[in-house]
């Protein structure tokens, strides 16, 4: 089963794709984790996405169309994968609808996170991550053990994004709004939208998406 998790920057699309992917036995495909991931490594690519994501701008769509495709053609991608960050623009979800029909596959769902600007910029100063395993927490809402370490890998690296300082924070969700929010009408034309309030309890959030997913399930 192949389902888009959409929302806003913080809309809390990493810590329910986790989920979702566990639930459904795929992976979670995420490209913001992807890139980071390249950045630390010290490539030449990873090089590139610099000077966008530490800006808070979306990085060219054939560098991430490059990336995606390369992960969705593993393996363990092969029944199907939540896509957590991707598509971004409209020509993303035009190269994924391609790129599916090439392996015989069609999403499922878009499964769209609704989050007003004050609980992003919220969850963005509060959220730390696992460097060691990408474990997403939140100082408030989802803390860390006490012991400063990672509850699923037991890493002492919990970090702040460097994406998550307010300015840079606000500058993401214009992104969000100019580029990434018409991609919810090209989706809404196919029929595979559909929205979830994403502003509840992560516990309430999951549950909300489990009902959508079960419902697209038996609809199909
Ligand atoms: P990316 O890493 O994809 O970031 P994002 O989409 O901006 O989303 P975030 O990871 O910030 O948030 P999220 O929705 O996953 O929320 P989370 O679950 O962590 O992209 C980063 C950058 O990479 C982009 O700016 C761009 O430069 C580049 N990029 C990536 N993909 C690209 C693409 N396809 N095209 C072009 N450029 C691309 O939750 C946030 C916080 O809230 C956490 O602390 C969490 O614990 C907490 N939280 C979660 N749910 C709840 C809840 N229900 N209640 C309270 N707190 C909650």
Do not use: W
């Amino acid at each position: 089963m192949d389902v888009v998790l959409f929302g806003p920057p913080g809309a809390g699309k990493g810590t329910q794709a986790r989920l979702l992917a566990a639930r459904l036995g795929v992976p979670q495909i995420a490209t913001g984790d992807m890139m980071r991931a390249e950045r630390a490594s010290g490539s030449e690519l990873g090089r590139r996405f610099d000077a966008y994501m530490g800006r808070g701008l979306l990085v060219p769509d054939e560098l991430v169309l490059e990336l995606l495709e390369e992960r969705l053609r593993r393996p363990d991608a092969r029944a199907g994968a939540i896509f957590d960050g991707f598509p971004r623009t409209v020509a993303q979800a035009e190269a994924l609808d391609a790129l599916l029909a090439r392996l015989g596959r069609r999403l499922a769902a878009v499964v769209s996170l609704d989050v007003g600007l004050d609980a992003i910029v919220e969850r963005a100063a509060g959220r730390r991550v696992c460097e060691a395993c990408g474990q997403t927490y939140h100082v408030r809402y989802n803390p860390p053990p006490s012991t400063g370490r990672c509850g699923a890998c037991g890493a002492d690296r919990l970090v702040r994004r460097d994406d998550d300082a307010e300015p840079v924070v606000r500058r993401r969700y214009e992104e969000y709004v100019a580029k990434t929010e018409p991609v919810l009408a090209y989706y809404e034309a196919r029929g595979l939208l559909r929205r979830v309030d994403g502003t509840g309890s992560v516990d309430v959030v999951t549950r909300s998406i489990g009902e959508v997913i079960d419902a697209v399930r038996s609809a199909r």
